[in-house]
Structure formats: C-alpha cells, structure tokens
C-alpha cells in the first residue's frame, strides 16, 4: 500500500544480476483473485490437518507428528532472479490412519543476493504409496507462498512483492526404525516466480 491507496507490487525476475523489476496491478486483477482463492485452499488444507488432532481422543486412528530441519537446492526463478540458491528451513508433517493422505507444510529461508530477503512457506497434501520395504515414496500437490523484500537504498526503503502459486512434489521417505527419517523430495511451483527446489532433511517423531 503506497500513499494511502491499494497497490499491489510484484517483482519480477530478469537474470541473476538483474534488478528486479516493480510493477503494479489493480485491486480486481484476475490475478488477485487467483491467490485469494489460493490462500483459501491453504486453509483448507490446514484445517485438513487439524481436524484428526481435533478427533484423535474420540477416536482408535494412529497418528504421528514429525518436525525436522531441512535444505533446499533452487534451480528456478529464485535462483536466477534473486541469486537465491541454497535455503534453510524446517518441514513438519501430520500422519494419521483416518485418511489416506499426509498434511505437510515447510518454511524456507533463501540466501539471496545483498538488499534481497526471500522466505517460502508451502502447504500441502501428500499421498504415500505403501511399500513393503524402508523407501516410502510420495506424491502431492498444495499452494506456496513466495515473498520477496529489496532494500531499494532510498527514502521509499523496502519494497515487497508477494506470489502465491500451485505446488506439485514428490519424494521418498527412508525408514530407519530409530528416532529419525530422512526424506528427500523436488518441488515445481506454478505462479509468477516458477520455483523449481530440491530439499533433504532429517523428521523426528513427537
């Protein structure tokens, strides 16, 4: 929001040492749009996910928290735009035998290039294919959310640009029979920013 009134900026990518470009749209941008109905369909996905946590006492299902750290490799619009290669972030994820997918959700933290702050959350829903062995792979889709702040070194100080776009994951689990699971997995968003990462990390049960 700029001088009182409603504009929305995005920043768009163009190349590795690139300034980004600032650009606005209206209020009744079809755009718009699409991410407000995206952000619905992240809280439906959560509440996906809280309703079992809700039930779990009523109810026999077997259920499982898991939380880890994690890293992820971008090879896509953040890396090219914002010099943002390598992210630190965490994963956590909800198990339960009352319905036949997980609920996931991940938050990441990209070192981009100086004046550059770029943060990820992902929401998801994912569906594990049942193996006899200790490799557990998965499928999934969710919405991400992409936020991009630039320092622009002037009296306006920061300018963000928020995206919020369609996720498609897949990746395996490994079965360890201890107190961790790695996992690893790739991740393509759709949207404005194309992200395209591959994370690892380590799960810990609560």
Request: overall charge negative; proline content about 4%; aromatic content about 12%.
């Amino acid at each position: 929001i700029l001088g009182g009134g409603s504009v929305h900026v995005f920043l768009a990518p163009r190349g590795r040492w690139g300034q980004p470009v600032l650009s606005t749209f209206s209020t009744f941008d079809p755009e718009i749009m699409m991410n407000r109905f995206a952000s619905a369909t992240a809280a439906a996905l959560v509440l996906l996910v809280a309703f079992p946590l809700a039930s779990k006492a009523q109810t026999d299902t077997e259920s499982a928290f898991l939380i880890g750290p994690r890293v992820t490799l971008d090879v896509g619009d953040i890396s090219d735009a914002y010099d943002g290669t390598f992210a630190l972030g965490a994963d956590v994820r909800y198990k339960t035998s009352a319905v036949p997918v997980d609920g996931t959700a991940a938050f990441d933290f990209y070192f981009a290039a100086e004046d550059v702050t770029v943060y990820t959350i992902d929401v998801h829903v994912t569906y594990p294919f049942e193996t006899s062995g200790a490799f557990a792979p998965y499928v999934g889709g969710g919405v991400g959310f992409t936020n991009v702040s630039v320092d622009t070194n002037t009296q306006l100080g920061s300018v963000d640009g928020n995206d919020t776009g369609l996720n498609l994951l897949g990746g395996a689990e490994f079965e360890t029979g201890g107190a961790f699971t790695p996992f690893a997995q790739a991740l393509f968003t759709v949207g404005d920013l194309n992200r395209v990462g591959i994370s690892g990390g380590i799960l810990f049960a609560l």
